[in-house]
């Protein structure tokens, strides 16, 4: 049988789920992460997950990775130390940047500016030259850039940046630098700007280029090392890592193109619901992933999950491609305080993650925590992971009242006030990702994951007016689900700076043919057959002048049948849509893009038994719980044990091995066909 593998690293937890591909059969594990190194965890698992299903580690032919290595790395500022070559005159190309100060007009006397990837006393000017054509204006000369590599390599940085002016259109010039940095520097990773970015915009280029090179040398090591264990270990089948855009791709490949994995971790959770919206038939959805540190939303449209160009990790936005993910320090670890000056409750960003963890976990935890408050409220019942994992709840009801004694105010009004605070932060990242994208909530069903999600969606959905709010199937581990699901992926662009009455229909598919080439010889270098391996196109337009452009999706027989007029009255739509308004201006193609996929994993879902509707066969106990001001009976179900059809009245809490379903008072749930359970307004 065919095992494949999908493996999601978080903050707190490490998700894995098991997938026998003919039957759809699943198994699913999670275990503490360990953050000083994340493949003990992983190797923790893998050990774990394989003897509950009676497999070998060498059953398993396809390990997929999502991974928040690249992100931490540019978060925590332990990115290696980079070394810039750059065309003469442009040296302080990553100090001059765009002159954008982010927040209003206080941010002028208050904004602390990051320090650059590449330091300016690591960044090196070298001769030569290539026109607005690509033509080579000067030579470069090699005693130069040997001169300015010794130099570098004397100072001891860890990776090297080349990024000349107008490289996208001719490489010849890095490819150059590229060959005497390979003889001089030795092992120290180099990465040329054409290769990571061709497309203009030089500021833009050389970010994104010099991010790439910061985090090659720790991805690198990461994934040596967790290839070597894996391989060590018996797991003899092939390595991918999840992309920012919800594909996947070689782990050979990651170690040199890094920068695509910086939205990994949040990625994988997008493409299990695209899975679960599929199968449910539930296309429009917005989805709320709750981990122990982090919520991350995005906005999936007719199962299609909205991807930007830009990808924004703390304070460094680099050209990528990405799904659309927004992230708040929203989760179940988030720590809960008063701040003396103000006496106002606070909740996060700062979170126990999983050391110490919640006070609950009794790992040595003393702050309370959003897990403590949904505790203390009766929204988590005394044990985790299937009755394994025990909580503390005597320990979660002394840390939350510190928060009441410093407020003056009871105990579970203090604990509510923590869910309420914390609830309202994840609303607010819905409506950057709905409302101000132009989209109205009430058209999408919410669906809750990750550990805590499904504890919040409830009461996120009310706020948002997004109904159902769904708990998928094994919501815990769903980013799992979404890493062993996914397809491999790959893409390339080209810049393309032509008003559309400079240039026809023919000449723009000629090149966005010849690019699909480029990307399907790259997956087939990754051992896909070509008969599997689709293409995609996309385009980005703006009007003439503008400094911004919108990406638009294009096939080339929609491109034939309606011509470029057709593409200029789409972007008209979409430009009101996002600005409210649209101009009588000439359009202008920016870049053209490629994408080339694998195919998707057909998994089957497994159907629950038909019921009679009443879930009194899953009861496990009666329960009380705190809310709308008193405490209310309530009922705690197995999920294991839930029929299709089911009908859960709230006040309700559903358990399973991964997480806790809360259905609240006045709402109702009901078990579909494929075990999800959608919650509405009674």
């Known amino acids: 049988m065919a095992y494949r593998l999908g493996v999601d690293v978080g903050g707190t937890f490490t998700d894995l789920l098991l997938l026998e591909e003919r039957t759809g059969a699943f198994w699913r594990h999670k275990t503490p992460s360990t953050p000083a190194d994340s493949s003990i965890g992983i190797l923790n698992g893998v ?11 060498a059953d398993i032919e396809v390990f997929l990775h999502g991974t928040t290595v690249a992100t931490n790395a540019v978060l925590e500022g332990k990115g290696a130390r980079v070394g810039l070559i750059v065309t003469r005159g442009y040296r ?64 001891g940085v860890e990776a090297i940046t080349v990024s000349l002016m107008n490289a996208y259109l001719n490489g010849a010039h890095e490819r150059r630098v590229g060959e005497l940095a390979a003889e001089i520097m030795g092992d120290v990773p180099t990465s040329l700007s054409h290769e990571v970015l061709p497309e203009m915009q030089e500021y833009e280029r050389t970010l994104t280029t010099v991010a790439n090179a910061s985090v090659r040398p720790i991805v690198g090591r990461y994934v040596r090392n967790l290839r ?29 193109h890094p920068v695509s994995l910086l939205m990994s ?33 995005a906005l999936i449209e007719n199962l299609d999950a909205r991807r930007v160009r830009t990808t924004e990790v703390g304070h460094l936005s680099v050209r990528a491609s990405a799904l659309d993910v927004k992230t708040v320090g929203a989760g179940g670890g988030s720590i809960a305080y008063v701040p003396e000056l103000t006496k106002a409750l ?37 044990a985790l992971l299937g009755g394994t994992f025990k909580l503390d709840r005597e320990g979660s009801i002394r840390a939350v009242q510190t928060i009441a004694d410093a407020l003056g105010i009871g105990l579970y009004e203090a604990a509510r006030g923590i869910i309420d605070i914390v609830n309202e932060n994840m609303f607010g990242a819905l409506r950057m990702i709905s409302v101000q994208q132009g989209y109205d909530p009430r058209d999408f069903a919410l669906m809750g994951f990750g ?221 579909d066909a494929i075990g999800n359970i959608l919650i509405t307004l009674a």
């Open 265 to 297: 971790g949040p990625a994988g959770g997008v493409t299990g619901a695209l899975w679960v919206g599929k199968k449910a038939g539930i296309h429009n959805i917005l989805t709320l992933d709750v981990g122990g540190t982090s919520t991350d939303v």
């Open 47 to 57: 050990t774990a997950i394989c003897e509950a299903a009676g497999v070998a580690p």
């Open 346 to 382: 606070r909740v996060g960003p700062q979170s126990a993650g999983a050391v110490p963890g919640p006070v609950a976990y009794g790992k040595g935890g003393t702050l309370p925590t959003v897990t403590d408050a949904n505790v203390v409220l009766g929204y988590l019942p005394e």
């Open 451 to 671: 550990g805590a999600g499904p504890l919040h969606v409830n009461a996120v959905a009310r706020l948002m007016g997004s109904w159902p709010a769904i708990s998928p199937v094994s919501p815990g581990v769903l980013c799992a689900l979404g890493d062993a699901t996914t397809r491999m992926r790959t893409e390339t662009a080209r810049s393309f700076s032509r008003r559309f009455d400079q240039t026809t229909s023919e000449e723009v598919i000629a090149l966005l043919e010849e690019m699909a080439r480029q990307t399907r010889d790259e997956l087939m270098a990754d051992g896909l057959p070509e008969a599997e391996i689709t293409s995609l196109f996309e385009i980005d337009v703006r009007y003439e002048g503008q400094a911004f452009e919108v990406p638009l999706a294009i096939d080339p027989e929609t491109l034939r049948r309606d011509g470029l007029a057709g593409v200029t009255s789409r972007f008209d739509e979409e430009h009101q849509r996002l600005f409210t308004f649209k101009m009588d201006t000439p359009h202008e193609l920016v870049n053209l893009r490629a994408v080339a996929l694998g195919t998707a994993l057909d998994l089957p879902a497994a159907e629950p038994p038909q019921g009679t509707g009443d879930p009194i066969a899953a009861k496990i106990r009666d329960h009380e719980l705190w809310i709308d001001g008193r405490m209310h009976p309530a009922v705690i179900y197995e999920r294991a044990k839930l029929c299709k059809g089911d009908v859960i009245p709230g006040p309700a809490i559903v358990t399973e091995m991964d997480s806790t379903t809360l259905i609240e008072l006045g709402c109702v749930g009901t078990v």
């Open 228 to 256: 070597t264990k894996l391989r060590d270990a018996g797991v003899a089948g092939k390595l991918s890592l999840l992309r920012s855009d919800g594909g996947l791709m070689s782990s050979e490949k990651s170690e040199h």
């Open 92 to 155: 302080q190309i990553m100090q001059i940047a765009r002159s954008f100060v982010p927040g209003g007009l206080a941010g002028w006397v208050v904004w602390n500016k990051p320090s650059p990837l590449a330091a300016l006393v690591d960044t090196f000017e070298i001769g030569g030259r290539m026109d607005a054509r690509g033509a080579e204006l000067e030579p470069i000369d090699d005693a130069e850039i040997r001169s300015a590599l010794e130099r570098l390599k004397a100072q």
